[in-house]
Every structure is written in structure tokens, then in C-alpha cells.
């Protein structure tokens, strides 16, 4: 199976930053759109970035200009580099993507467990 594992979150102040990282683990045979989704308390799930293998990116526009997303093929892994935090970015933050496993070669999608942001003086 496809383990997506992301690390980074913790507690910060408003203004602070914040650098989230997301690695695929597995027999992977190639990862394509990848994604990072935040998920605050009594909240819908949205998408905060997104990112393809091209470096192709999409940001919601609550975070546009303070957010980016990047991504090492290489190394199954993303990033999402937070900056200017605000207390609104509280939330957990899950990592999306779509992988193909060596075994099947057909492409599933997979979520992280998610790790918390929270923005608070």
C-alpha cells in the first residue's frame, strides 16, 4: 500500500511561518497531482495547493501570496511553505495524492493523516 506521511505542523504566531512536508512511501511506480487540504473544526474540508509532476500549481485564494507548494519527484515529496500565518489557517492539513503502485499501474488516490497548524498569539 501507499503510506502518505506529513510532518511540519506545530503551534506558531500570527505572522510566522511554517514549512509542512509530505513523502510518499510504497512500491511507487510514479506519483501524478498532489495536493495539500485543510480541514478546520466544524468545517468542509478545501484545498489549499496543488501541484502537478510539471510544477503546475493551484492555490486557493485565501493563501495566495503567502503560500507555496513544491514538490521533489525524486523523492515522492512535498512541501508547503507557509508564510504570513494568520489565525484563520488553523486547521489540520492533509496531503492528497494520486499514486500509481508498481503492482497495478493503474492510479488511486491516497490521504495523509494530517498534522496541525495553530495560528495563535
Known amino acids: 500500500q501507499v503510506q502518505l506521511v506529513e510532518s511540519g505542523g506545530g503551534l506558531v504566531q500570527p505572522g510566522g511561518s511554517l514549512r509542512l512536508t509530505c513523502t510518499a512511501s510504497?512500491?511507487?511506480?510514479?506519483?501524478?497531482?498532489m495536493g495539500w487540504y485543510r480541514q478546520a473544526p466544524g468545517k468542509e474540508r478545501e484545498l489549499v495547493a496543488a501541484?502537478?509532476?510539471?510544477?503546475?500549481?493551484n492555490y486557493a485564494d485565501s493563501v495566495v501570496g503567502r503560500f507555496t507548494v513544491s514538490r521533489d519527484n525524486a523523492k515522492n515529496t512535498m512541501y508547503l511553505q507557509m508564510n504570513s500565518l494568520k489565525p484563520e489557517d488553523t486547521a489540520v492539513y492533509y496531503c492528497?495524492?494520486?499514486?500509481?503502485?508498481?503492482?497495478?499501474?493503474?492510479?488511486?488516490?491516497?490521504w495523509g493523516q494530517g498534522t496541525q497548524v495553530t495560528v495563535s498569539s
Open positions: 492528497n495524492a494520486d499514486v500509481a503502485l508498481i503492482a497495478t499501474m493503474t492510479w488511486r488516490n491516497y
Open positions: 510504497g512500491d511507487i511506480s510514479s506519483i501524478n497531482a
Open positions: 501541484i502537478t509532476p510539471g510544477i503546475n500549481t
